[in-house]
């Protein structure tokens, strides 16, 4: 029997590795989908975080008129008027969302987080700086 030591490879030792960087739309950014889509000049400049419609048949996102046509979130910023005409976009099919960087347009929170849980998009709730958990508002 050998009496030699054994190193101890169960001793913790901590480093950083990098910056972590927290996003501020996504919730759980592992489990997201996400899908190509094009925006018309009509859509206008967007930013991330636009609740919007997606339709399918013709790969294009509108605005939605009413809470029951939310189905996807706009993951990158556009201009389809700098471009010139129609762009090609990425948005978000399923996923967990921060409803505090959400943009609803015009349409209710409560409505449309409704209509964006039908298709597998959760909408959450965030934790303000005095430790209270707003509702999600109409």
């Known amino acids: ?9 169960g001793l913790a030792s901590f480093s950083q590795e990098g ?10 950014g592992h489990h ?26 013709a790969n294009a996102i509108t605005i939605p008129a009413a809470a029951t046509d939310c189905n996807a979130v706009l993951a ?3 201009d389809p008027v700098a471009a010139g005409g129609t762009v090609e976009c990425i948005v978000y099919v399923s996923g967990k969302m921060k409803e505090n960087a959400m943009d609803f347009g015009a349409l209710g929170k409560k409505e449309c987080a409704e209509a ?3 298709v597998g998009i959760l909408v959450e709730s965030v934790m303000n700086k005095d430790g209270q958990i707003p509702k999600l508002g109409g």
């Open 1 to 9: 029997m050998s009496t030699a030591p054994i190193p101890n490879f």
């Open 19 to 28: 910056d972590f960087y927290q996003d501020a739309l996504l919730s759980d």
């Open 32 to 57: 997201v989908v996400t899908r190509k889509a094009q925006a018309a000049l009509a859509v206008g400049k967007r930013s991330r975080g636009l609740v919007v419609k997606l339709d399918v048949s």
């Open 76 to 78: 990158e910023n556009i």
């Open 116 to 118: 964006l849980r039908s």
